[in-house]
């Protein structure tokens, strides 16, 4: 019952009011349970579903909630401040926010994204790679192969997105290898949902790096595409796709 009560809390926060607020470090922090609302719907669903998930976790410990972050630091909460509660949420969307990708941080420029992943991964394939788009084939990353790699930039050069990709032969074989990744990256970062049902072989999960409508405010989309739908003509006419973004940045 007292998770339900949280949980109704924590909902009535926007991610406005937390991103408006300076770095915290991982301390004891506070909210008053008597500021509870029924309204959610301001809230973007990543948000929902990372509260959810907290509170599902967390231990309570008569007036005193506990939450571990995925690098494993703790964050505690007591009942006898409001402002503290912004300071919590600070800290937890920090943890959960996808920052970038391959040491390379979204909203960086494309020349030194470009000249980053090529000293990482080789040059860039010259056939298919565009001031949109580098492409980079048959690359290991965090001890996966990937068939392929995409890193996407905005039209004003600013690196905004990236998808990965592993082909596979059947769809079972695709089904299997989306849920590892699942299970991979549910390790990092604590708000994943999987949303497999029927056909729709599907994860969400992460806090967007910029305030954004796509993907209702997740960061990262696992899924299963069929090229043989596209009318391509493999011998592994299945992949799956790690796919970060795109975000919509400002342009500098």
Not at 72 to 91: A, E, L, P, R, Y
Request: with cysteine; glycine share 6%; aromatic share 12%.
């Amino acid at each position: 019952m007292k998770k339900i009560v949280l949980l109704g809390f924590f909902m009535a926060f926007s991610l406005e009011a937390i991103s408006a607020l300076p770095p915290t470090n991982v301390e004891n922090i506070s909210p008053k349970m008597s500021h509870v609302t029924d309204s959610v719907k301001d809230v973007p669903l990543a948000f929902r579903v990372l509260v959810s998930n907290v509170v599902i976790k967390s231990r309570i410990n008569g007036n005193e909630v506990s939450y571990t972050l995925p690098d494993g630091k703790t964050v505690s909460m007591k009942n006898n401040s409001v402002k503290s509660i912004d300071k919590f949420w600070k800290q937890v969307l920090a943890q959960n926010k996808i920052k970038g990708i391959c040491n390379v941080n979204f909203g960086t420029s494309y020349e030194k994204a470009k000249k980053s992943l090529e000293e990482k991964f080789g040059d860039s394939d010259p056939l298919t790679s565009t001031m949109d788009s580098l492409l980079f084939k048959n690359k290991e990353y965090e001890g996966i192969l990937f068939d392929w790699m995409h890193f996407l930039f905005q039209s004003d050069g600013i690196f905004n997105g990236a998808i990965f990709g592993v082909d596979c032969r059947t769809k079972s074989d695709a089904i299997s290898i989306k849920r590892e990744f699942h299970e991979l990256l549910s390790k990092h970062y604590a708000n994943f949902v999987d949303l497999d049902n029927g056909n729709n072989f599907e994860s969400y999960g992460g806090i967007a790096p910029v305030p954004t409508d796509k993907n209702l405010g997740f960061a990262i989309c696992i899924d299963i595409v069929d090229y043989k739908e596209s009318g391509l003509i493999s011998d592994k006419p299945y992949a799956v796709r790690i796919i970060y973004g795109p975000f919509d940045f400002e342009s500098k």
